[in-house]
């Protein structure tokens, strides 16, 4: 059964700070990775998908990474801003089950202080 | 294009109670699944449709059971509520066909069972 994972599960930084999220799968056989955002209450906001043929991807300040051979994925975040407090949640879709199912890990809670 | 609309977005319920909820894809998406989110488990799915068809299942007791529409909308219904079922209940759709198959979410239903 796949299981996703996330470090840390918190993170607080000064404004202007680079900083990387980690997410790590335990079944390497995805069709791909995507990364979303939620805000307090809300939706989830889809920031990124990774393909499992690609490497990264790439939107404005943000920056994801696979490798799926030891089943890791890194979301980068430049030059950090208030705005982008939130929870960060890096899901998979897996080969072993259908294409509508996403496997979430616990989420990454970022807080950005001015 | 318009993004995916869950109505409603709050409902309060008492134990014993059933909820319907519903979920309106993005127009020309076939797939739409279902997930729970709560503090202490996280995302957890529920269910996916697919042209009508449930063509996945997560692990919930029989009291939760979804359909869909030929116009793709789906709902989800909660029979005999328990304290438990508070969460919110968010919907994701996409086009249900191909590797790349990204997943957009709707606001959510905020459910809280008395």
């Known amino acids: 059964k796949q299981e996703v994972t996330q470090i840390p599960a918190a993170l607080s930084v000064p404004e202007g700070e680079n900083l990387v999220l980690n997410c790590s799968f335990t079944d390497s056989a995805i069709y791909n990775l995507q990364w979303f955002r939620q805000d307090p209450g809300k939706g989830l906001t889809s920031l990124l998908l990774?393909?499992?043929?690609?490497r990264e991807q790439t939107s404005g300040r943000l920056n994801a990474s696979l490798d799926k051979s030891s089943g890791r994925s890194t979301l980068y975040i430049a030059a950090s801003q208030p705005g982008d407090s939130a929870t960060y949640l890096c899901?998979?879709?897996?080969?072993?089950?259908?294409?509508?199912?996403?496997?979430f890990g616990r989420g990454t809670q970022l807080t950005v202080w001015p | 294009k318009a993004g995916v609309t869950q109505t409603p977005r709050y409902l309060i319920k008492t134990r014993g109670q059933q909820v319907t909820l519903s979920c309106s894809p993005i127009s020309g998406h076939r797939s739409v699944s279902w997930y729970q989110q709560t503090p202490g488990q996280g995302l957890q799915f529920l269910f996916e449709?697919?042209?009508?068809?449930?063509?996945n299942k997560g692990n919930f007791p029989g009291r939760f059971s979804g359909r869909q529409f030929s116009n793709s909308r789906s709902e989800m219904n909660v029979s005999t509520l328990e304290l438990g079922d508070s969460a919110l209940y968010l919907c994701?759709?996409?086009?249900?066909?191909?590797?790349?198959?990204?997943?957009?979410f709707g606001p959510g239903t905020r459910l809280t069972v008395l």
């Open positions: 899901a998979v879709t897996d080969r072993g089950s259908t294409l509508g199912r996403l496997y």
């Open positions: 994701a759709s996409s086009d249900g066909l191909g590797i790349r198959n990204e997943q957009f």
């Open positions: 990774i393909q499992s043929s690609q």
């Open positions: 449709y697919f042209s009508e068809t449930q063509r």
